[in-house]
Every structure is written in C-alpha cells, then in structure tokens.
Nanobody, 111 residues
Framework: VQLVESGGGLVQAGDSLRLSCAAS????????MAWFRQAAGKEREFTAA???????FYGDSVKDRFTISRDNANNIVYLQMNSLKPDDTAVYYCRLAGQYWGQGTQVTVSS
C-alpha cells in the first residue's frame, strides 16, 4: 500500500488549496480515509474523515471550511481547503483505514 499526497504550497490567508492523496495497492471504495495535520512543534491532529458510505466528519477547527471527498474510480481522496488561515499551516497527511500514512505535503498560509 502506498499513499502519495500532493497539492500543498504557500498561499495567503483567505486563499484555497486542494490536496490530493493517491492510493496504490488497495481499492479505496471500501475503506475509511482521513486527513491529519501536524504543525511545527505540535502533535498530529485529526482534520477530516470520509467513510465508504460517504459520511464525513471534521475537526472543529476546519468544520465549514474544509471538505473531504473521494474518487473511487481513480483511487484518490481530496481535501478542499477554503478560507485558509495562518493557523492551518502544517504538514498534511492522509491515512488509510487507520493503518497507513502518506509522506505528507506542506501547507503554509501567510498572513
């Protein structure tokens, strides 16, 4: 199983970004996928999750700004991030079925 995140970068506050997590070695249609993030000097924190049913759940700090979605045909999970804030600066990781991690992608939001 391999997870590869992409889409991170440097943006200004208020901007949007879409992160992608491409999976190989496993079909995503029957698994729960999640995004976590880790800011410098802080613990990794839950951001968003999507179940095989399509049910979504979000961390309080991103609710109403971030949207997780999945493209089962292409084995990709997305995280659409709107109204970004400097506090959203972190390395973002995708997680598969509570077991596998990607390598992360850096998101930096300037004020």
């Amino acid at each position: 199983v391999q997870l590869v995140e992409s889409g991170g970068g440097l943006v200004q506050a208020g901007d949007s970004l879409r992160l992608s997590c491409a999976a190989s070695g496993v079909a995503l249609n029957n698994v729960t996928m999640a995004w976590f993030r880790q800011a410098a000097g802080k613990e990794r924190e839950f951001t968003a999750a999507i179940w095989a049913s399509g049910f979504q759940f979000y961390g309080d700090s991103v609710k109403d700004r971030f949207t997780i979605s999945r493209d089962n045909a292409n084995n990709i999970v997305y995280l659409q991030m709107n109204s970004l804030k400097p506090d959203d600066t972190a390395v973002y990781y995708c997680r598969l079925a509570g077991q596998y991690w990607g390598q992360g992608t850096q998101v930096t939001v300037s004020s």
